[in-house]
Nanobody, 121 residues
Framework: QVQLVESGGGLVQAGGSLRLSCTASGNIFVVNAMRWYRQYPGKQRESVASITHGGETNYANSVKGRFTISRDNAKNAIYLQMNSLKPEDTAMYYC???????????????WGQGTQVTVSS
């Protein structure tokens, strides 16, 4: 059984910073690409940032220059450093990962439970 657990959300004033963490656990062989998504109430999830196993990153235009995604392969973890936060960053943030796991091994996409980020103006 593979689990993704996020942490680090909370309430912050505009201009402030937060750091989200996501750790994968379970019968894991390798964690491939990992991503952060966010979801506004009543809207579909949208991609925020992604990082490959080798460390290549990609960002949504709305967060470029403010958010930084990183990972620690030894810990099967990713992080999202969010600086210069804006009220429009308020959303539920989800971790997603492509993971080879299980017996027999299979490549599947997993999601965390989400962590709420609220930015006050």
């Amino acid at each position: 059984q593979v689990q993704l657990v996020e942490s680090g959300g909370g309430l912050v004033q505009a201009g402030g910073s937060l750091r989200l963490s996501c750790t994968a656990s379970g019968n894991i062989f390798v964690v491939n690409a990992m991503r952060w998504y966010r979801q506004y109430p009543g809207k579909q999830r949208e991609s925020v940032a992604s990082i490959t196993h080798g460390g290549e990153t990609n960002y949504a235009n709305s967060v470029k220059g403010r958010f930084t995604i990183s990972r620690d392969n030894a810990k099967n973890a990713i992080y999202l450093q969010m600086n210069s936060l804006k009220p429009e960053d308020t959303a539920m943030y989800y971790c997603n990962a492509d993971i080879y796991a299980g017996e027999p091994l299979r490549d599947s996409s997993y999601w965390g439970q989400g962590t709420q980020v609220t930015v006050s103006s």
